[in-house]
């Protein structure tokens, strides 16, 4: 007698298991393809992170300090958003190069009236406090970084800012860095 009813299922076998492992299967591809995404995320932000260290030595520009992984956020929008990128202090100037889209900030230091701290800017939070720029056209431009101190002194010391605890009117909203 010839049986036409195929089942799936062998005798003794829960049906649950072929879901689980179809499951199981595509959460690996999926994990694979997220471990390919984030490494070429990394590739590009350190081939961008090269590139522009080495853009910056081919113009001559002498490094005070860093070059540092940093994150850029800006209030009002003059330069955009913000982003992740590279951060250069030179004798003449404050060079930022972002990694997407790719560009770069170049803030001139005879434009910056000083630095200082904060631990909240532009609606952000973090664990160690902002680099605030506080231009002399009154805009702010932030970064988060390490060693956010050792910039604003080095950045203070190169423009002549005398810094006081006075709260600037610019950044009356945000909330400062005690001492």
């Known amino acids: 007698m010839v049986q036409n009813d195929i089942t799936m299922n062998s ?14 299967g595509s959460l690996v591809i999926a ?22 260290i080495k ?8 490094f005070s300090l860093g070059p540092v992984q940093a994150n850029f956020l800006n209030e009002p929008r003059s330069f955009g958003v913000g982003g992740n990128g590279t951060l250069v202090l030179s004798d003449t100037a404050i060079h ?3 990694v997407a889209p790719e560009r ?9 009236e000083r ?10 939070r973090g664990a160690k406090p902002f680099l605030i ?7 702010l431009t932030g970064f988060q970084m390490d060693a956010p101190e050792k910039w604003a002194e080095a ?16 950044a009356a909203g945000y909330e400062f860095q005690a001492g």
């Open 31 to 52: 994990l694979i393809l997220l471990t390919y995404a984030v490494s070429s995320v990394t590739m590009a932000v350190r081939k961008r992170r090269a590139q522009a």
């Open 11 to 24: 005798p003794g076998v829960n049906p649950l298991i072929y879901p689980i492992v179809i499951f199981a």
């Open 133 to 139: 720029i506080q231009r002399k056209v009154g805009d």
């Open 155 to 170: 950045i203070n010391r190169a423009v002549g800012a005398v810094v006081g605890l006075a709260q600037p009117a610019q």
């Open 115 to 124: 630095a200082f701290l904060l631990r909240r800017f532009n609606g952000r």
């Open 55 to 62: 853009d910056w030595k081919a113009r001559g520009v002498q």
């Open 96 to 98: 930022f190069a972002q």
């Open 104 to 112: 770069e900030i170049v803030i001139p230091l005879r434009d910056v």
